[in-house]
């Protein structure tokens, strides 16, 4: 597969994953993940920068990824239903970074979130990166880590959804 | 034609279709569409999933969409002349959903709207998704459908321009 | 090379260029200025469309687009430490404006820049289009005109790092 095919698969995985979340698929984004292992973590840049681990909240199991969402699927949770529209952009693959998995790659990509309330009022929601590592399992693209490094951790609302 | 091939041809449509419209070349755009057969309509959010099929402007012919454009090409509209950016991202390609017609593709994509006032200050405007139905007419891709999906239908100003 | 290939290569090298100022590799970012000739120019929207050619800022020559970020490098300036995230879209070839350099290639592209302090509040910075003329020059990209024409040229703080 040349580098441009590969880059327009993982644009497209990217698009897909935003499309899950945007249109509450909530199932549809767990089965991007590899059951096998994964990990899900929001974390905020003033942390990262300075090496503290502690993320906003992480996933390490599929099993926790799962968790993550179940209780939005069933509806248990109550919060503000403001419809989000997550912009994907200047999605990259690094080169070389995959390590000894050759058949990995490592992603990066930019994210910018807008809210709009039930009254169609549209604002500017989150700022953030994706740094993911994906592998081709079986001719499919899998999340074996997904980063979300949020530039906007001055969150004014429940991170109620995933990003 | 691969899938990467048509992807990457129906990202370059959109963003031609952004240009024209960013650019005031409006007989470019309208020249974007079907004469045979389409349709323009710019819907509320809210009303789209309530089901109620009454769109914020509609247009049912080509002649109407050449109609929607030809007071602003004329310069007979007075309207506060806010340069506009649309940003065009997260476009997909639906499979399966062209229905019998083999050359018809259904096409997803997110829009951003920025306006900046002489002054130079700019500011959100809108955030919308397309959701559109195109053909290959004769090796030329031509909207048979173009819906434009506003989260942000709180609109202060005139919706003077297409979107 | 194809039309869908050499898109997919200009979009590629728009987003590394974005990356290297994101990330503020200042030498990285130079290096895709071609050392024999280029010019980097940040122009206001209303001085371009009147015909006026002074810039915000511009450099005309290699050695001046590095001594535009030599003093970011060595930390001699002190500017406000905002995060900024360029996002980079609509990236377009033009067809046909490349005039006689037949390995020229005239593009466009949206930029909007966010900026998110060091408390963690983002915010609209800058809406933006790029108008860049690159050459390949020996199998490598490499720009020999950038323009930065800006619909925010109210801007309220230093221009301290380049768009």
Known sequence: MSDWALLARVQAFMVDYAACLDEERFD???ALFDPAVCTYEVL???????GLPAPI???????MVCDRV???????LTYRRNHLL?????VRVL????????????????LVVYQSDPEG???????????AQLADVGGKLLIR???????????????AVPL
Request: hydrophobic share 45%; glycine share 8%; charged share 20%.
């Open 28 to 30: 549809d984004w767990v």
């Open 44 to 50: 905020s840049r003033e942390n990262r920068d300075l």
């Open 57 to 63: 909240m992480g996933c390490y199991s599929h099993g």
């Open 70 to 76: 179940a209780m939005l699927v069933k509806g248990v």
């Open 86 to 90: 997550r912009q994907v952009s200047n």
């Open 95 to 110: 080169q070389g970074a995959a390590g000894s998995q050759a058949q990995a790659v490592s992603v990066r990509a930019a």
């Open 121 to 131: 009022v549209s604002s500017l929601y989150m700022v953030a990166r994706y740094e």
């Open 145 to 159: 880590r997904m980063a979300v490094v949020v530039d906007s951790f001055g969150i004014d609302t429940m991170l």
